[in-house]
């Protein structure tokens, strides 16, 4: 379903990754880890269009990116490829002026010209998902973090993207608040929603992920399946960065 190639990004003199393969297939939950600045948000912005790669292609579904290709064909690709991911960021971006419906409802009214019937009930259906069904007519600024990032998950899912991008959606929230989104994530991979995520929560990346790739220093390392990379690590740097992580989790 999803097929990356040679992929690079510079951002000037910096080196953000390069030479990235991915091959993702339909229902596969993918998690991506690894320290700080190895590249990880800024391919998940490649892989949905917020950020233009410098080499390699990118294919979605029917759509098709190429380094290659001219400025037009590109610009097709990107909108078409936008169509068909959604994406949740670490900061909501919810509309303040909206109500949680709303601002789940606005962008297939406005893109895939959906009616306002329509789109209510795919809006109260996908809040329903999520668990708040009782805060439809709330503003952002009623709703807790959890809850928040709740609805800006149902606002990505109410374009029926063919891909969901998770970049570290948990990473504003409390502890209690993260169990709340993680639950809900748990319950998409469960339905078969094929999703990449980039999290530093090793315990989803163990339950829930069929494959977990390491990337660092702008490359990856080493990729598995949960027990494979959790419980027969094979580079030095996985190593470390998981001793890492084990630690900052027992001092808090």
């Not at 391919?43 to 029917?62: F, K, M, Y």
């Not at 010209?113 to 952002?140: D, F, I, R, W």
């Not at 977990?212 to 990379?229: A, L, N, R």
Request: aromatic share 6%; charged share 25%.
């Amino acid at each position: 379903m999803i097929e990356v190639n040679n992929l690079g990004k510079s951002f000037g003199d910096l080196v953000v990754f390069r030479d990235i393969h991915l091959h993702i297939q339909s229902r596969e939950i993918v998690v991506l880890v690894g320290p700080s600045g190895s590249g990880k948000s800024t391919l998940l912005r490649c892989l949905n269009g917020l950020e233009v790669p410098d080499t390699g292609s990118i294919r979605i579904g029917d759509a098709s990116w190429d380094a290659s290709q001219n400025a037009a064909s590109k610009k097709q690709a990107i909108q078409q490829i936008r169509l068909l991911t959604g994406m949740v960021f670490q900061s909501f971006n919810l509309f303040p002026h909206m109500t949680a419906l709303e601002n789940v409802t606005m962008a297939p009214m406005i893109v895939k010209k959906m009616s306002q019937t329509q789109a209510a009930e795919l809006g109260e259906s996908l809040l329903a998902k999520v668990g708040l069904s009782q805060k439809k007519n709330e503003y952002p600024s009623r709703l807790s973090g959890g809850q928040q990032q709740r609805v800006a998950i149902a606002r990505a899912l109410a374009m029926q993207p063919e891909l969901m991008l998770f970049d570290e959606p948990t990473s504003a929230l409390d502890p209690e608040l993260t169990g709340e989104v993680l639950a809900v994530m748990k319950q998409l991979a469960a339905e078969g929603t094929t999703m990449v995520v980039v999290t530093h929560e090793m315990k989803f990346a163990r339950e829930a992920a069929n494959r977990v790739i390491f990337m660092s220093d702008g490359k990856i390392q080493e990729e598995g399946t949960p027990e494979q990379f959790f419980d027969q690590t094979k580079t030095e740097r996985a190593r470390r960065f998981l001793r890492q992580i084990e630690g900052d989790a027992a001092t808090e």
